[in-house]
């Protein structure tokens, strides 16, 4: 019997340079999380909440956001970036046809004007959203 686990994409991983989000993460979840940065958290509590339901998910309200929202201006401030993933057909040796995954990083501006689209129509997969911790640091509350 196989089991499904419903946290698979509810993680937060940092590296030197970035802050990583799993796309099934809400905002509530996000205050919860020990591994969030202190200074994310207060963006969130001070800012994107006033734009945005704590319980929807980062995914949904990326898919949503217009470019005239104060929590927009605050995501390209931080370098937010997308993950997206996509199927292609490929030829392979001796004219097969093989499918191949391509996974690209998008800026928040680029998402929106050209992808958010591809990805509500099931074209392109979110994999998950990353903020840069030099940005981070830098912005101020």
């Known amino acids: 019997m196989e089991t499904q686990h419903n946290n698979d994409f509810k993680y937060?991983?940092?590296d030197t340079g970035c802050v990583y989000f799993g796309r099934e993460l809400t905002y509530a979840e996000m205050m919860e999380l020990d591994d969030i940065p202190f200074k994310f958290k207060a963006v969130i509590s001070a800012?994107?909440?006033?734009?945005?339901?704590?319980?929807?998910k980062m995914t949904d309200h990326i898919l949503q956001i217009s470019e005239k929202e104060f929590s927009y201006?605050?995501?390209?401030?931080?370098?937010?970036?997308?993950?997206?993933?996509?199927?292609?057909q490929k030829k392979g040796f001796g004219g097969k046809m093989k499918e191949?995954?391509?996974?690209?990083?998008?800026?928040?501006?680029?998402?929106?004007?050209g992808y958010r689209g591809q990805?509500?129509?099931g074209q392109?997969?979110?994999e998950d959203f990353s903020i840069s911790k030099l940005a981070l640091m830098a912005l101020s509350i």
């Open 73 to 88: 201006r605050i995501f390209e401030q931080l370098r937010f970036t997308v993950r997206v993933c996509y199927m292609i």
């Open 124 to 126: 392109m997969m979110i």
């Open 100 to 113: 191949k995954w391509i996974h690209k990083a998008y800026s928040l501006k680029q998402f929106c004007s």
């Open 12 to 14: 937060v991983i940092q």
């Open 47 to 56: 800012h994107i909440a006033r734009d945005i339901d704590l319980n929807m």
């Open 119 to 121: 990805v509500s129509s």
